[in-house]
């Protein structure tokens, strides 16, 4: 599904390449032992490291170099033994030493690649530059005062992850499947929980355009902070679309720094002049180069969880199930587990069919999270044993996975409670059935005359008498034996 | 590599330093000068020589994941020149 603008000169393509930060999971930050926990009181998370009072020096946190590595490797790139921690040197109020300690030069992994599952049953291949290490800042708040910002330095220091792309993406919608297949990789590891509304996972796009069938690259343009999806495609578009409009009108694109203004939905450069962001990057003489052993890097290997792709493959392999099917389910770390355990013992695509479209649907329309779902994986495998033990027809399995949904109660307590049992008897059903063709002999002449589709009438009505609880399966059956006469 | 004004005006500007005019002439030759001087260690053959990194064969030292540190706000705002809402106020900044 190509994207392309189209201009007055001819077609445009899109060419896009993504900065995701990405929030570590750790308890302490970087290079200082305060907290890194999210929602505290201003300024209660902060040491004399991080609000760089003279004389402090920095000492790096094992399991953040640790959660890198592990981001590395499911990313499937190349883990750098020797990497480099430097200055980039810019004044701003949330940044407290006046340079943000980051890695340059020589970042601690290398290139990789995320594999995106589009909509229409396509792969595409992204590629990962590099992964690197960096503090960040602190939180400014600008609409508390009139005439002043405030600071809260709680956030500076925690460690992120700024993986960077290569120039790949060449749609929105690739750009989205790309945040949100970096975000899964990203939660089987336990590396970042990716939660874009608290700014633990931000995004700053790289955009250019070029001719369909151009093979350099124009000038870029980039938009910084973007917190959602939506922004990120939403940014994209404009930019682009603003770009092409540029070229036709014959002017230049400058490279410089836009802000993306979600209010109206457009792009303006920042007032700061690119001048500024002249960071003269130098090695940080506080701290020592990187070096990791290939030893530390394969115990970290040897205990990454299965990831999603190899999930995937794995479903469709073992399970049987859809590429869409699967995809679906390996998206989130507790909804395949979730899945496996209702699959465990019982039909798969059964299983697979429940989950996503009922379970998934029923999680949607409630706003809710797998982690908070009222249902247990062990409950709903119970829900479809009693369909395949014929205890249930689908139709009063769906009423009673509302009933669950609602109370959180185990399928058999509410099939007793609300007398919700399909009716099999054959006695049972017969006597509504004589009933009926006793009532209604013009139908039933209607049936014999040979208009077939008067035997829905039928079913329609046996259901009314029994409240939908005859098996449908043995009401067709008695029906037609009777009917024929 | 001699220093021209104008770059010492830049430098003055990204290190946030009030320069005045009068002044950069002066300090374009002594820095040239320090640079200058730096510049003697090209000189030296180094083909082949790995960058040191430290005089002493040391690695670089690690923490454990634990919180020891922090919680200490009334010390972290000591010397700010406002304070709000247990915030640093700072002139707004804001594009």
Redesign the interface.
Known sequence: MAYIIQGETGDWELVCGLEVHGQVVSNAKLFSGSAAAFGAEPNTQVSLIDAAMPGMLPVINEYCIEQAVRTGLGLKAEINLFSVFERKNYFYADLPQGYQISQFKHPVVGEGVVILDMPDGTTRAIGIERLHMEQDAGKSMHDQDPKRSFIDLNRSGVCLMEIVSKPDIRTPEEAGAYLRKLRSIMRYLGTCDGNMEEGSMRCDINVSVRKVGETGLRTRTECKNLNSVRFVMQAMEYEAARQVEAYEAGEEIVQETRLFDSARGETRPMRTKEFAHDYRYFPDPDLLPLKLTQDFVDRIKATLPELPDDKKERFIRELGLTPYDAGALVASRRAAEYFETVAKGRDAKTAANWVISNLFGMLNAKGLDIAACPITAENLGKLIDLITAGTLSGRLAKDVFELMAETGKDPETLVEEKGLKQISDTGAIEAVIDDLIARNMGQVEQFRAGNEKVIGWFVGQVMRATQGKANPGVVNQLLRDKLKG | MPLDQDTVK?IAF?A?IKVPPEARAGLANELSRIIGWAEQLNEVDTEGVEPM??VAE????????????????E???LNAP?V????????????
């Open positions: 830049t990204l946030r990194t430290s040391m690695s670089l030292f690690r923490r454990a994941d634990e919180v020891t540190d922090g919680n200490c706000r010390r972290v705002l406002e709000a809402a247990g915030c640093f106020a700072v002139p707004k900044v804001v594009e």
